[in-house]
């Protein structure tokens, strides 16, 4: 936790901020140290009573009102500690320590930002006091100053950074409490980099405390990202876990604050250093922190999509559960976007569209508090709103799958059903489109792991090309080559360059720029080697060199199933078993299908049936290795892609049903309960029960 320690107030000091981080997101750390208290005016002689406990992160509260709320907040009585509150306001509306509780109370126990400043106003206009000799006069001093520093840090959380700042000058001003290296995020917050630069070097050069100077080289951290020189940001974060080791040590912290570990791992991404990012996150992901907005498992779930590390990537998601369900109420109002997010591309890939576009659709009726983020508002829902689109898409596509495999006259309800899909997914696209509209955000989107932006993934990108239009962004593509975004790696500029030619129809130009994507991309990358393997085998197939299609083919299906329907691509198969009565059902079918072309040298499918067994359809590469394989009524007990009406199918038309759900998704039953658990709770302000918290967070930590 972050304090602002007053000299006479009590070694244990009070809470001004708590340190926040998630993936392209940069604040100042956790600590106040102890030398922290000697900054700042003496307050030693201040007759203040010293209480015989902490309450409110004070040592020097005796309101018998107020301890019996801290009281109940220690001891997770969390209803109690709001009744306390309530009542305390209902009999001293005019108190301005009865205001300031309920605010802390409504803070800590629900995150209800707008309800805690309302009071927290009132608290601040019955202490408007402009001197320290006026706050020790009234008898108030220790509530003005924890109304002055909660102000602070719920206007810097709601994103009034102005108004943040006015409130640490007020604290400086009346306190004689040194506050410079609290402003650095504020300042980064309005972009205003050289002024934040010019804070952090004026704390190096003035302050020895650990607390202030990991602060300070936190903030250069992200203005030298800012400025687009990352091996500077990670020298400058290396700086700041280097002050924070001895904190870490003395709070009995075998690794350093998440903060640092997850800021240190998005500029190794800048840098496309993935095995240093991926180290970062795991030291992060091995100590519980439930007052940091970042929660690694959110970042390693898109290291591992992004690698097609599926299998791990589905235990992250579980994992990122535990970390969210013990995070406080206020950090779960400042990231639930960001878990909705990463839950939705999972389950896109997984082939579960109707769930991500809830969770995609929720992220944008409820977005983060993006105060603790470089990335504004705009930019989250900007995201929201394409993987939205993306989500209803895939929906059309699964419905019109679907069609494939019933009588064309009973399809009249599900094509309406796949107009209102694509539809919506028009619409949300437009919203995304219009969100992402300005030209120099573009540019730096198309830098490889943007730095300060909101986290989109690499291969989810390209689809910015469809909504903002082929030629615009050409344009924007070699304006940010011009800038040196892809210094590093020129294979994400081919990349780009082959979804722009696949979409204007320059077939020539995309087997150029695609075999030149493919040879420079790095090998992490695999889901972006995918979407490009696919634009080139599609590019090659209709070049007539379909041996050379073919094994691209066979890659984007192993390495991203879903592509085929994300991008609306068929699939050229042969069906080699006999003329039977079954084959010929089957292979209508396959022809109905929008997944599947029916070629002579396409892919194999085969049906085997041994005995009494239920039949098998297997889709193999040209090496005999198996790509896809189902055998009849093998669905899992929570069957997104089989309705009720589907009950009447025949056997060969639900095998084509199952047919296509396991090929074009990953191999993953989510139950609805998992899904739905995903959407998360609403705030439960009773108490939790420990023990199973404890379990959940073994699990997480454990090897």
């Known amino acids: 936790m972050r304090h602002l320690t007053l000299k006479g107030f009590g070694k244990a000091g009070r809470q001004l901020f708590f340190a926040v981080a998630t993936s392209a997101v940069f604040v100042m750390p956790s600590f106040v140290s102890a030398q922290d208290s000697e900054q700042g005016q003496d307050l030693s002689n201040v007759p203040i009573r010293s209480a015989s406990r902490l309450c409110f992160g004070m040592t020097d509260i005796t309101e018998p ?56 106003n009132i608290a601040e206009s019955l202490t408007n006091y402009t001197s320290l000799g006026r706050a020790l006069e009234s008898g108030n001093l220790v509530w003005h100053y924890l109304t002055l520093s909660q102000l602070s840090y719920a206007h810097q959380l709601i994103g009034n950074q102005e108004e943040s700042l006015v409130y640490l000058d007020k604290i400086s001003q009346i306190y004689g409490q040194d506050t410079e290296s609290f402003r650095g995020w504020p300042l980064i917050k309005m972009k205003r980099y050289d002024e934040a630069r010019e804070s952090a070097e004026k704390v190096l050069s003035t302050s020895n405390s650990p607390g202030e100077r990991s602060r300070a080289w936190n903030t250069l951290c992200a203005v030298e990202l800012a400025d687009l020189r990352p091996n500077e940001s990670l020298a400058a974060c290396q700086n700041a876990m280097n002050e924070d080791t001895g904190i870490a040590a003395a709070q009995g912290f075998e690794d350093l604050d998440t903060v640092h570990l997850l800021n240190s791992a998005e500029v190794s991404l800048n840098l496309l250093q993935f095995a240093e990012a991926e180290d970062f996150l795991d030291r992060a992901s091995r100590r519980m922190d439930p007052d940091s907005v970042g929660n690694p498992w959110v ?51 997984s082939g579960y569209a109707d769930d991500a576009a809830r969770l995609t659709q929720a992220a944008l009726n409820q977005p983060d508090r993006t105060g603790s983020y470089t990335a504004d508002e705009a930019q989250k829902d900007s995201y929201s709103a394409l993987v939205n689109s993306m989500a209803h898409q895939m929906r059309y596509q699964q419905i019109r799958e679907r069609m494939a495999t019933r009588p064309w006259l009973s399809n009249a309800r599900l094509w309406i059903e796949a107009q209102a899909a694509r539809f919506q997914a028009w619409r949300t696209g437009q919203l995304a489109a219009s969100l992402f509209a300005d030209e120099q955000t573009l540019v730096s989107r198309l830098r490889p792991y943007a730095p300060l932006d909101v986290h989109i993934p690499e291969w989810m990108e390209h689809e910015l090309i469809d909504l903002i239009g082929a030629g615009v962004m050409a344009e924007l593509l070699d304006a940010a080559a011009a800038e040196g975004a892809f210094t590093l790696n020129e294979g994400y500029y081919f990349a780009y360059q082959s979804e722009i030619h696949a979409r204007q129809g320059r077939r020539q130009s995309l087997l150029t720029s695609a075999e030149q994507a493919l040879r420079l991309l790095p090998a992490q990358e695999v889901m972006l080697r995918a979407r490009v393997s696919a634009r080139l085998a599609d590019a090659l197939w209709r070049d007539d060199r379909l041996e050379e299609a073919i094994g691209h083919f066979a890659y984007a299906l192993r390495h991203d199933p879903s592509l085929f329907r994300r991008l609306d691509i068929a699939l050229p198969v042969t069906l080699t078993t006999g003329n039977t009565t079954f084959s010929s059902d089957l292979s209508d079918y396959l022809r109905r299908s929008p997944r599947f072309m029916l070629h002579d040298q396409g892919l194999a499918v085969a049906i085997q049936q041994d005995g009494d067994a239920e039949p098998t359809l297997c889709l193999r590469d040209r090496q005999g290795d198996s790509l896809s394989c189902v055998q009849a009524g093998d669905w899992p007990e929570d069957r997104p892609a089989l309705q009720e009406d589907d009950e009447e199918l025949d056997e060969i038309a639900l095998l084509m049903r ?31 029960d420990n023990s199973n918290l404890q379990q959940q967070r073994e699990a997480v930590l454990g090897p």
């Open 299 to 349: 970042y390693k779930l898109y290291l591992y999509m992004n690698q097609s590390r599926f299998d791990e990537a589905r235990q992250a998601l579980d994992r990122m559960l535990v970390w969210r369900e013990n995070q406080t109420p206020l950090v779960g109002v400042m990231n639930r976007a960001d878990h909705f997010m990463v839950s939705a591309a999972f389950l896109l890939l």
């Open 65 to 120: 009102q107020a301890l019996a709320v801290c009281d109940a907040l220690a001891l997770d009585q969390n209803v109690r500690a709001r009744e306390l509150a309530q009542q305390w306001v209902a009999d001293a509306p005019d108190s301005p320590g009865a205001q300031y509780a309920l605010a802390e109370v409504l803070f800590r126990v629900e995150g209800n930002l707008p309800r805690a400043l309302y009071h927290l």
């Open 658 to 688: 199952q047919f296509q759900h396991q090929t074009f998704a990953l191999g993953y039953n989510i139950s609805r309960s998992q899904r739905l658990a995903l959407l998360g709770t609403s705030v439960i302000i009773s108490s939790r």
